[in-house]
């Protein structure tokens, strides 16, 4: 059983507020019956929610994975960069889309985009702890201690993070390689961890998300529906 108004936000992206207001307006309705409370719950998978003349269902939630490339923001508009949605090709755009959590503006890799609100909302809760895993390159040797440091739970001034794996791909001649993974998303978590610890990232790429590996054939900067398989990988990442 699930509120109507938080039905209404996560399906239609837009506030519990303004979910409020659409249905007090008198515009929803259940199986036919116009339902006016907010705080009304019913049953999603039985029953059939209506705005006006049009079905809102989870059959319209959109699921795409992007290999983000460099240069572009998380973000559905920004007055000074270029977007991941000013790239997102015209066939998959649909009103409501969002990035599920965001990489930093020079980060590449691993990004899924969607309108799925309660996904999204379980995969980044922090109960969930969901892991991430990326590549990354940097200028400085890491710490000998350094993936015992991470496995202990690395302190960033008064920030207890939790334990986290350091793979060292190589750390000699003044540049290092690693693989991590980590279960939070701070910000700037990986490049501050990795400060602490002698290096400075200068390449950062999410390679794995919830279980979800970037597939080997997706390019920078192409993207493309999830398969059945995929989802099914990030549903099963967030019970």
Excluded: W
Aim: glycine share 8%; proline share 3%; charged share 30%.
């Amino acid at each position: 059983m699930i509120r109507l108004d938080k039905y209404i936000s996560e399906h239609k992206n837009i506030t519990r507020k303004e979910a409020k207001t659409l249905i007090k307006s008198g515009k929803i309705k259940i199986d036919g019956k116009t339902v006016s409370s907010p705080e009304y719950k019913f049953d999603e998978t039985a029953e059939k929610v209506s705005l006006g003349e049009k079905t809102i269902d989870g059959e319209s939630l959109v699921y795409i994975i992007m290999n983000k490339p460099a240069g572009f923001v998380c973000a559905s508009e920004d007055k000074k960069d270029k977007t991941v949605f000013d790239i997102l090709p015209q066939s998959l755009k649909r009103k409501g889309l969002f990035t599920m959590g965001r990489l930093d503006k020079d980060t590449t890799g691993l990004l899924i985009i969607t309108n799925d609100g309660e996904l999204s909302h379980r995969l980044l809760s922090p109960k969930h702890h969901v892991n991430k895993e990326y590549y990354l390159e940097g200028t400085g040797e890491a710490a000998e201690n350094a993936p015992e440091l991470f496995e202990e739970g690395l302190s960033l001034g008064r920030l207890k993070l939790k334990p986290a794996e350091l793979k060292i791909i190589s750390s000699e001649k003044g540049q290092t390689k690693a693989r991590l993974t980590i279960s939070e998303g701070k910000f700037h978590q990986v490049k501050r961890m990795m400060y602490e610890v002698g290096v400075e990232v200068t390449y950062l790429k999410r390679i794995s998300f919830a279980g979800l590996s970037l597939p080997g054939d997706l390019n920078e900067g192409e993207a493309r529906p999830l398969t059945e398989d995929e989802l099914k990988i990030l549903k099963q990442s967030a019970l």
